[in-house]
């Protein structure tokens, strides 16, 4: 999936409902490879909009003014928007990382248990570990 509207999508997609530590988990990871893909757009277009306005230099309405300065000024926008988006993406790590803590100990039983092939209680939730 190449496509912004198609990773959209695909986290749109991912309802928290069966089993919770995968949901996250992939949730996590589609939010992450999204935002890596917006980043990567976003430093393109800073590069490419502050070429394009430099390319203003000696435009005859542009007499006296630093074109380059504001051309820098300008595309920093497009860098800082860059930088939260990959704020974003660390977010999202630390998003399944706190839920495996928060949830560590369950997390642990329920592997022993499935190691010992115990018949787990009658939980009547909606969602599961």
């Known amino acids: 999936m190449g496509s912004g509207q198609a990773r959209l999508d695909e986290i749109a997609c991912i309802e928290f409902h ?7 988990a992939a949730y996590a990871t589609a939010t992450q ?3 890596h893909d917006l980043a990567r757009e976003l430093d393109a277009a800073a590069n490419a909009a502050e070429n394009a306005m430099r390319q203003l230099k000696g ?7 630093d074109v380059r300065a504001r051309a820098w000024r300008v595309a920093r926008e497009l860098n800082e928007a860059r930088e939260l988006v990959l704020g ?7 998003f399944n990382v706190q839920f495996r803590q928060e949830f560590l100990e369950a997390l642990e039983a329920l592997a022993k ?3 010992r092939d115990t018949k787990p209680k009658d939980y009547k939730g909606k969602v599961d570990l």
Do not use: N, Q, T, Y
Not at 18 to 24: D, F, L, M, R, Y
Not at 59 to 65: C, I, T
Not at 88 to 94: L, T
């Open 33 to 35: 490879l999204f935002a």
């Open 59 to 65: 435009h005859p309405l542009l007499m006296g003014v």
């Open 113 to 115: 248990r499935e190691r």
């Open 18 to 24: 069966g089993k919770v530590p995968s949901k996250i």
């Open 88 to 94: 974003i993406s660390a977010e999202a790590v630390k």
